[in-house]
């Protein structure tokens, strides 16, 4: 059966206004190792000053970046991917857990075909993303379109008042 | 000090190698204000020595983030410096770290690596560099604009005012004779370091 006719059950949202939604929020770092499925948003996010945009190896190391950027006073948050949140499960319960600092992701969901549901997607990587963030008790929300950016602040702010992980999953890629 | 040559195999059962107390006493003497960032073998010590009163955190709880937490710490409070007191199992746990320190290039980081060869709380099992590999080359080879390596205490108390004198970020390799009595160290909850320094810095 093939699926390039069916309807999308996410849409794309504009990269940038994705962007200007993270720069609403007072946002100082973005802290990345890029994420396709959120390409057009870093590219937002690059063609201006702040957010300042900081490129790492791996997400054990954004992690640890976001934690000493708070420590600090700023306001940093982490644009990864669904396979870079698998390998930083120390990191996020060490870190974002453990010690409590506020660790905002956006996830992009690598892979995901688009006309189907996230349960309904064969790849492990986009329906054990969700489940994972279950298994360590990370809240979160999908932004499967335009009308859910307003779930951009409320996990930001979530992150912030519980002083620990919360994510905005991207359902899909940005335009 | 030497800032070329291998650093294989042969050093890590020498007996004129510096003690790791004797490290640590030198980087207190020298730390001047500075935020200390501590992991693995230089936790117990620079805790019993009474140098995590303040601008202080641990990060044990995490083995092989030291180096990016005190980059995230450098980066945020550029005007004060930076030492992170790391282990060489532990930053091989996050070696590109290396890269990305020196792609931001701190000006304030100071980045001094216990380097003992073995994974010393575990049982004092070898690294799988099996004292192949050279954190002064992997530094330099990242873009560190300077490294080097210590092998005594007396070289480390004559070049930590010219290293700190420098423009960051640098990387320097203590060679420390093995040591198995390293105290056993509960620790302190990160979360509690975190409020602590934040509150140091003003920030909470």
Redesign the interface.
Known sequence: MTTTNAAPVAVGIDGRVLADAIRALGVTHVITVPDTMQKTAIESLASTATPKLLYVCTEDEAMGINAGLYITGHKPMLLIQNNGLFACINTLKAIALDAQVPTFMLIGQYGRDATKTIEANTRRQVHRLEPTLDAWGVPFERLEGPADLPKVRAMWERAWETKGPAAAIVGTATT | MGDEGPSRGHRWNGDDLMLKQEAIDLLAKHRNGAISVTTMQSAAPWHLGGHTKSFH?E?S??M??A???????????SDRKVMVLDGDGSLMM?L??L??IA??APRNLYHFVFSNGHYESSGNQPLPSNGRSDFVALAKAAGYPAALRCTTADELDRVLPEVFAKEGPVLVELAIARDDATPRWAGV???E???K??SD???A
Do not use: N
């Open positions: 955190l990060a709880a995490c092989g983030s180096s990016s937490l005190g980059l995230g710490l450098a980066l945020g409070a996050q590109g770290s890269v990305t792609g931001q909850p990160m979360a370091m975190v409020r320094l934040r810095l003003g920030t």
